[in-house]
């Protein structure tokens, strides 16, 4: 069977990236200043793109579900893999929101315990020791031998 992607899914995909994108150059004004308190020059665009990004997500998400009924998932990966991948998807994209207010470590531990969780890991020695100590390893490997500043 032949799979197409429908130019909706193309145009509403592309729409909540560039929204992503464009929200998170908002917000990567200094703070403090006038521009992005409250009422400022940044509220509106922000208010804008924040809605452009839940609605797109929303057509998007509808037109991937849509896609796999058409399709069905008979000779494609199975339903739980599909899961899994919109659902790191969504961790990544909660990963680059946060990881310039938490820091790069802790940040860095969430995204790879959530991932984990979401692949099915559930030995507690091993969520606890790969979720700290790759993060603490890639810390360390970018400071002290490529001398290179993470957030």
């Not at 992607?5 to 995909?13: A, R």
């Not at 990004?53 to 000779?75: C, H, N, P, Q, Y």
């Not at 919109?86 to 790879?112: H, N, Q, R, S």
């Not at 099915?120 to 500043?149: C, D």
């Amino acid at each position: 069977m032949k799979r197409t992607v429908s130019l909706s899914f193309l145009v509403s995909l592309a729409f909540f990236v560039v929204s992503v994108v464009w929200l998170r150059l908002t917000f990567a004004l200094p703070f403090n200043s006038p521009v992005t308190t409250f009422g400022g020059p940044a509220t509106f665009p922000a208010l804008v793109l924040g809605v452009m990004a839940s609605l797109s997500f929303i057509v998007t998400a509808a037109e991937f579900w849509k896609m796999l009924r058409e399709t069905g998932l008979k000779d494609g990966m199975p339903k739980e893999d599909i899961i899994r991948i919109v659902g790191l998807l969504c961790v990544m994209a909660v990963y680059v929101l946060v990881i310039e207010a938490a820091g790069y470590i802790p940040a860095t531990v969430g995204l790879v315990l959530a991932s984990l969780l979401l692949f099915g890991q559930r030995n507690k020695v091993i969520l606890a020791s790969v979720s700290v100590l790759f993060p603490l390893v890639i810390f360390l490997l970018f400071q002290q031998a490529l001398e290179v500043q993470l957030p």
